[in-house]
């Protein structure tokens, strides 16, 4: 059984049956319940059209979940409206859906959590562990957010700005997280920006192709994840690099500077620069600058710290860090690394084996568990 197929097919199939009237939970249950029976019967007799299959099926499954004395007049108009047999459009809904799940009636933390569940096939603990809530939370937020959206038509506009974080988001759990869905996000996001003329459509496209094309040099043969300055730069996808850049350029140059236009800039330099000793750490200072401006984040706080360390010196970034909570995420790591700079290898063990206790997966904590190892093996001898 092709899981990607399915995964690939949800979307289309879910936007269907609420484009048919279908309430969104009772909708996304039914898909799901065809999504079982697919994984039961295509083996032995897989269809002619996926995608046709999963929409009647998932129809009758919502038309029997939704009997009773009340709603069979309702019922009984649905039942006309069952889609006929053969081929199914081949319309990709998906962003459609992304739209409908940044519905205005949502917050952007529910519209981002209610997609990456819905649209993405996130687990609910994926996506806590993602939020740094508990998984219960999590759960909660989701099923409100579901009631929020439950009977909203596809002819609602959603929030720009919202589809653009929750793409971000699902865009960085395919890159480091347990479901591949980064090339995904990039194709929807081609698709955003093939039909938005928006700077920042165009600056989030720049950065997910700068990010992409590192990734096949994120990782050893043996899962182990490698540092950035660590990377071998051969194995950088320059054509994407380019694409990325070009795009970025001509969004600059509309004079309307957002967060992901920032970070794609931040990005570039990165892919741009030869080697790690020639990165740009003065200009990337400036765009961190620029991008807290914008953003107010402690997270944007914390990688600014890391860039004033490399161009000012590791004193310099520990002196921007100090102005941070101690309980904002990679901290404790960041913290570790400038003090190994500055010549503490005590406190930067101590810092790293802290670090990783609080690693949100298990590829960066055993990263940060290494590095305190290799330290408190130097200072052993």
Sequence with gaps: MDEGLLRSLTPGVLAVLVRR???FAAAEDAVQEALIEAVRTWPADPPRDPKGWLVTVAWRKFLDATRSDTARRRREDLVEEEPPPGPAPAADDTLQLYFLCAHPSLT????????????????????????????ATMAQRISRAKRTVSGVRFDRPGDVATVLRVLYLVFNEGYSGDVDLAAEAIRLTRQLSASIDHPEVAGLLA?????????ASRTAPDGSLVPLAEQDRRRWDTASIA????ILQVALARDRLGEFQAQAAIAALHADAPSA????????????DELARLTDSPVVRLNRAVAVGEADGPRAGLAALAALDDAVPRR??????????????????????????SAPNLAERDHLTRQAARLNALLSR
């Excluded at 950065?207 to 990734?215: E, F, P, S, Y």
């Design 332 to 357: 404790a790591a960041v913290a570790a690394y400038l003090h190994e700079r500055d010549g503490d290898p005590v406190t930067a063990a101590r810092l790293y084996a802290e670090a990783a206790r």
């Design 243 to 246: 694409e990325g850049i070009g």
């Design 207 to 215: 950065l997910m192709l700068l990010h992409h094309a590192r990734r």
């Design 21 to 23: 009237g279908a309430d």
């Design 277 to 288: 000793g020639q990165t740009d750490w003065v200009q990337i200072v400036e765009w961190y």
């Design 108 to 135: 952007p933390s529910s519209a981002v959590a209610l997609t990456l569940r819905a649209v993405g096939g996130l687990t609910t603990r994926q996506i806590a562990q993602a939020y740094l809530v508990p998984e």
